[in-house]
């Protein structure tokens, strides 16, 4: 509480009050602290619990002693609300009459019906999943964050007067043009889905999985439903995880309770340091090495590795992988890396499941995007600025991965309020009515009015 600038301010994308909070928890004021907390950030219970809390590198105890775990505070304050009653439906005060259709309920999508609901405005969401939720239902497992959590907040949004239609894929089994007839204004927020892949010799083998087919298929097991195509299992399998990031992280733990043989993961990176570099100065988020509960599980993990072939069995099943080491060197202007294969250093690795967790490329084109015609930047995200996030189309907005690119739960959310903010400025105009001020009172980093609700 002596930082005099609180950096974690900027370092939150959501712009958390965090030190007001902080203080608020420290006197024991609960409702302060959820009021304080709330007014800026939606969901704390998500980011409590799957946030990479990029706060907590910017925070000025961190410059010589760990940092204030702010992540494990959010936590506890929105837990807190919920077993004493603070959070209660945002019900608006006043309907504005106007309809605005979400497409898609994973984070972005949540948090923009939220703040337009809360503006006034009628909020249908839909959903071509069986539940709400997006990446939080079906793409992060329950070892991280439990599925009652998200049902919770959904049952809120319902009851505060959100509508949710599941099972309906825009430009599938829902019509785009009935939601350009019968909405006036649309929000794109179906997320960064179209996986990074790796083709090489013998991707066709069976044992090839993409990370959120196989992820997919455990919430859904974990959930009592059915899961439909082949199933993927990794039990007494030799599993192979390509890719070194949060979702490669969850293969891995998600390998391991299913009592795998063996657990690998690979990484094109070279392995990084253990603390911040000359390159990494506090206050910036740094690239050093992190490992997972699920890596402390019990994983073996190799960096500046490629994998060079998938080795398959005379059955068309995968057997082995075939891959090299590699040598990184940074260019002569020093801000660029390139790598060498290692003479000598290929092996064939036993594997028989291996887990492409390489990343996302883009949205979805198929179907809804290229129905509507909408215009996508150079790397087939949707375009549209930060300044008013609407796309080519009139009254047709985006938010989340699918403007932006694969990222953070916590951007995600920020993403939604912001786009929502703009929704509401186009419906309603920028004078200042009722509607329109309580939606910019959510702003980032603009406490709400003290309601007791979100």
Not at 233 to 253: E, L, P, R, Y
Not at 398 to 427: F, H, P
Request: proline share 6%.
């Amino acid at each position: 509480m002596n930082c005099g600038i609180p950096f974690c301010h900027s370092g939150c994308p959501l712009g958390n009050v965090i030190p007001e909070f902080n203080d608020a928890v420290y006197r024991q004021q609960w409702q302060e602290a959820y009021d304080i907390l709330s007014s800026t950030n939606n969901f704390p219970e998500f980011t409590g619990r799957i946030c990479p809390a990029p706060c907590e590198s910017s925070c000025v105890l961190g410059i010589n002693q760990p940092p204030v775990a702010i992540e494990e505070i959010e936590k506890h304050i929105i837990e807190v609300a919920f077993d004493k009653g603070f959070v209660k439906p945002n019900h608006p005060a006043v309907r504005t009459g106007k309809k605005v259709a979400i497409v898609g309920s994973g984070p972005a999508g949540l948090a923009a019906a939220d703040q337009l609901n809360a503006a006034g405005h009628n909020v249908t969401v839909f959903e071509r999943d069986d539940e709400p939720g997006g990446l939080l239902r079906y793409g992060i497992p329950d070892f991280k964050l439990e599925k009652w959590v998200v049902a919770r907040r959904v049952r809120l949004m319902e009851e505060a007067g959100i509508t949710f239609k599941c099972n309906s894929e825009v430009g599938v089994n829902v019509g785009i043009n009935d939601l350009l007839r019968e909405f006036h204004a649309i929000v794109l927020a179906g997320g960064s889905t179209i996986p990074r892949d790796l083709p090489i010799p013998g991707r066709e083998l069976k044992g090839v999985h993409f990370a959120m087919d196989f992820l997919k298929q455990q919430n859904k097991r974990v959930s009592s439903l059915p899961v439909q195509g082949e199933e993927i299992w990794a039990t007494n399998k030799n599993v192979v995880v390509i890719g070194g990031g949060d979702t490669g992280s969850d293969c891995v733990g998600t390998s391991n309770r299913h009592k795998a043989m063996s657990v690998t993961q690979f990484e094109l990176m070279p392995k990084p340091p253990h603390a911040r570099t000359e390159l990494m100065p506090w206050p910036t988020y740094p690239m050093i090495l992190k490992t997972s509960s699920s890596h402390e599980e019990g994983a073996d993990r190799h960096w500046a590795i490629a994998t060079k072939e998938f080795i398959g069995d005379e059955k068309g099943h995968l057997k082995a992988l075939r891959t090299v080491k590699l040598e990184w060197k940074m260019t002569e202007d020093g801000r660029t890396a390139k790598f060498t294969e290692v003479p000598g250093s290929e092996v064939e690795l036993p594997c028989e499941l291996a887990l492409l967790a390489m990343g996302f490329v883009h949205p979805q084109h198929q179907g809804l995007l290229k129905e509507l015609d909408v215009e996508l930047d150079e790397r087939g995200n949707v375009k549209a600025s930060e300044k008013n996030y609407v796309t080519n189309i009139a009254k047709v907005f985006t938010a989340g991965d699918m403007r932006r690119g694969q990222s953070l739960v916590v951007w995600a959310i920020s993403e939604g309020r912001e786009c929502a903010r703009k929704v509401d400025e186009y419906l309603v105009g920028s004078s200042c009515s009722n509607a329109e001020t309580k939606a910019s009172s959510h702003s980032k980093g603009t406490p709400a009015p003290k309601t007791g609700s979100q």
